[in-house]
């Protein structure tokens, strides 16, 4: 079982940088693929980037790639969403999630979620 819990939401303006962080919680926190999905008011969840368990692979949505980076400290068992240039679009409760099977969180079907965070982007 694997627990999360993010932090690091908040309002910002366009342009300026954020940075989440999720902590975990569990047994072999290195084995699971993490990933980072946000929703938008009235729109369906939309996975942003993932990380493979051993930081080998990482991918992007088209909308956030050159933006936003993912990071994962597997000592610390802390996920990271390092978020710049943000625009208005990018206003959304954002969720940490992970799951053993890559194809999982790559389908958008992990089974761990942590409650969210939100973030504003407002002039």
């Known amino acids: 079982q694997l627990q999360l819990v993010e932090s690091g939401g908040g309002v910002v303006q366009p342009g300026d940088s954020l940075r989440l962080s999720c902590a975990a919680s569990?047994?072999?926190?290195?084995?699971?693929?993490m990933a980072w999905f946000r929703q938008a008011p009235g729109k369906e969840r939309e996975w942003v980037a993932i990380?493979?368990?051993?930081?080998?692979?990482?991918y992007y949505s088209d909308s956030v790639r050159g933006r936003f980076t993912i990071s994962r400290d597997n000592d610390k068992d802390m996920v990271y969403l390092q978020m710049n240039s943000l625009k208005p679009e990018d206003t959304a409760v954002y969720y940490c999630?992970?799951?053993?099977?890559?194809?999982?969180?790559?389908?958008?079907?992990?089974?761990?979620w942590g409650q969210g965070t939100q973030v504003t982007v407002s002039s």
């Open positions: 569990g047994p072999t926190f290195g084995a699971y693929a």
């Open positions: 990380i493979s368990w051993n930081v080998d692979s990482t």
């Open positions: 999630a992970g799951d053993k099977a890559f194809s999982s969180v790559k389908r958008g079907t992990p089974t761990y």
